[in-house]
């Protein structure tokens, strides 16, 4: 049964795959059928960008119904949800008029609720449901009220008369259309402060939905976020491109900040979701900045960049959450300080994982690292905009990226280093198996696709250069290099992945050769760690993942503001000896506690005033029933 | 064609076999500094011969992630080595990268690095790989920023167009960003390559170690490569430090009188660079660690204020 | 930073001149050949402390400073053993050292080194015989040389370094 809904999800995926590699090709069409949706029927429309997430939608929904169909993870409850979660992903960027758009949102965060409720026994998942569903709605509250202000001010409900009515509105309406949707689409994307939802939910999913849910629908969030910036509502002002690059800086530091002192696997991965995303709209931003200057070259590269970055992130997020799945399955906790060793008892899930780790860590010359490379060249040629203020906000951006993408690769030590390596730290650990063959093969192909594009950029660059180009409604072609070197902005950058990866392979081999023919010593003596000749070695003297963040964790103190708890039980009979201690240093959420506790707080107690109008007594109600008639005849 | 593949061939000599004698120097220099008459500046030479001489003890802790790992160091020096502009200013594989490049291949090496510190299971190793990546991460925006400052005057992050720009308008340079930007520069190497304050390469109490703790475990022909990696690292930023900052004397004609000359001026860039190391890692104590992101900090914020300094001064 | 220079420029090298013979006591039948061959011009040496009284450490450690330098002739200490070719065992072997020297030996690679310092490292010194004690270095290591001295002095420690590695001074 969950079986027939992971095929049914997978075909989905290829149907969507070809339709949106035909749509970035170039073929556009139209599908309306009046009759199936209230106020405005379904009407899809396939362009270049709407192609580009199709891609993404089935090309990780593919491997990911694989991968369910191998796994055990699946439960019943998943079995109608799961395909139900593909369609609707594949509609929303098809939908052409509100009533498509917002009815396909609703169907995936519903779909997604029911697929993150998983498990009901646990009080994590419920809670971490409620959350999600909650914050969710908030954002399609905002997104409602944007989207009909723009139909009652435009007239139309379809997005195609917006592009056109757009120029006639006022910048004020303009701008507050701009926000509502924007709120909208950055909650859904899980840009700080709205992403308290994602640690929770992608954790509490089973593995290939959390795959789907970071890899694809996060992603919708910011093609929303493209359409309302740029396609909508027109060029904006620059305010907009701030609001969004600061918003990204901001996200991918402190979620990389997160990710950094967790110990948990999935919830770690789900931080650098939030990174990434950061990442991405570091890009938008900056596209939309260059757009607004009139500079279209750089604002083709900055969105390139981005949409490269989006397709990346994809893939080796889905990769990642593939490979925490398998470990997770096969060890029986998310807590990395019970992994350890796996490398030596899962070697296919552990080298898939280490591809991933590079690539997420922009390591050349993988596709990491060609999408950061391209938004940093986009970044630095910022002094074509000669704003001193404009030029103060790229640099924080190209800080920001910088620092961002060293605290990501230490994350990612920490996160392949604590899992696999060296010994295991419990017995689960230690009995674990290798993958099932389905989800091995689903993770060996998501990493083929990494490396493929890593090193095929040149190819892939032109036609996401293609694609914002039809997004910004600029026609002017951008020369991107040849088939061997990426060149961007005539003789600014160059890059090419290929000759480096052919230059690291020659490099490998050398020292092999040069060792052999120097007649080096072959061969080695195995023996244990060396350990200042102490009797025994166990997995209690191995550096555990809160150890290994520790530096982190004092030098960003002021961020974590970590609360350091040590309770030393001695023993009974004399002082000196200990017999138990117990260290913990959990980190506050900043976020929890100066944003959402005090705004529930406040609500509750508005709620809690305004249960005074429930007096339960008749007469009252009578009275205010009265009281609104009266009203609505002196407005009448 | 072929005076291409002879030149990048002729720089990966200059770096690989370079690079024993630039760490030899300093160390001999150190030890004059103290009064000592010191080891040979050919020291290194002989201790990587007889490493290969010796057979490996591996642990039993370890994978395979362990026993690739200098084989991964050396190929991002030697692929970095292709890509500076030691020689000329547009090598071999110029055309495919740029500083942002070599920042990450730096960035792979370390990647690797403090994956086999955490693979020997040893506190120790553990214990140098994180401490490696904080000083790893915490030095990257300070790179970018510093490299951004040379980039604005010379409008282009290609190496081989700064290097050439810079030595066709000297006066580019005459600039405080530029000096600005190559202190700033200057303490990035210090912590990239594990050289006072940030680290001490000669210590022997654990506790302090940073990059040694990390290489504990490595013996035989695997530390031979280890050790080479990092003479190579050493020499990859000296280089950059001196043939980006000072270009003049790197030629950008593959003829063979100007490439000698680029090498001679090079020798002595390097050598006045290995002398203000030498006696900077003599009179200056090692950093707490703690008090090492608050130098980085110092570095980040002179490299801002070059970036600034370029806007201001025209 | 200046005063420090400044003295060290005006002070200059103090090394002092190579000693010349040593009387190190050489056991077992190694090829003195192979071993210049291959530690002749590069030898990292890994000190043991086996138990000792410390007496041995301090004249090893002043090998180190300015007037001794044993680095000038290609021979350096090392922290971890497996960097290390030559095991330097100061102290006779107590039996809570016997199975840490033992690991520390099996942890260098080979081909190696055991030189045994003072009286106690060559059959326990004064402590011969204790109930503490198990014996030279070579109830637990097979030893290759041994410097006879209580303690020996830096200058005989280095000479017997060099006569094994057969340096030319």
Redesign the interface.
Known sequence: MAAAGALAAAAIGLVALVLGLGGVAGSAWTVVVDWLVPLGGLELTLDPLAGLFLVLVGGVALPASFYAAGSAERSARGALAYPVFVASMCVVPLAANTMTFVIAWELMSLASYFLVLHEPEERASVRAAWVYAVMTHAGLACLLAGMLLMGAWTGSLRFADWRAAAPGLGAGARGVVFVLLAAGFAGKAGVIPLHVWLPLAHPAAPSHVSALMSGVMIKLGVYGLLRAGLDWLGAGPAWWGVAVLLAGTVSSVIGVLYALVDNDLKKLLAFSSIENVGIILIGVGAGMLYHGAGLEGLALLALAAALYHTLNHATFKALLFLGAGAVVHATGTRNMEAMGGLIKRMPWTAACFLVGSAAIAALPPLNGFVSEWLTFVALLQNTRIAQPMLNLVFALGVAGLALTSGLAMACFVKAFGITFLALPRGDAAARAHEAPPAMRAAMVALAVVCVALGLGATLVVPALVTVAGALTGDRAPVAVGDWLTLGVSGGFATLSTLAIAVALGAALALPLIALRLAGAARGQRRYETWGCGRMLQTPRMECTATAFADPFRRVFGFFYRPEKRLDITFHPGARYFVQRIEYANPTRSIFDDWLYRPALDALRSVAHRARAIQSGSANVYLAYIFAALLLLLALA | MIATLLIALGQVLVAGAGAPLLVGVVRTLKARLAGRRGPSPWQPYADLRKLLGKKPVVSTTTSWVFRATPYVLVATMLVTALVVPILVARPALGFAGNIILLMYLFMLGTFFLALAGLDSGSAFGGMGSSREVVVAALAEPTIILAVFAVALRAETINLGGVVERLAREPLLAANPAHLLAFVAFFIVMLAETGRLPVDNPATHLELTMIHEAMVLEYSGRYLALVEWASAMRLFVFMTLLANLFFPWGVTSLPEPLPILLGLLALAGKLAVLAAALAVLETVVAKLRLFRVPELLAGSFALALLSVTAVFLVP | ?RR??RI??R?????EPPPGRSDVERLGARLAGEIQR??G????IRQVDAGSCNGCELEIAGLT??HY?L??F?L????????A?CLLVTGPVTRN?A???R??W??????KLVIAVGDCGRDGGIFRGSYAVVGGADAVVPVDAVVPGCPPSPAAILAALLDVIGRRR
């Open positions: 930073m420090q220079l060290a420029l002070t200059g090298i103090v090394t291959r530690f011009r590069s030898l990292a400073g300015p330098d680095e000038r290609g350096s200490f090392v922290a971890s053993p497996r960097h070719d050292m199975e840490a020297l690991r520390t099996e942890a260098t690679p080979d081909p």
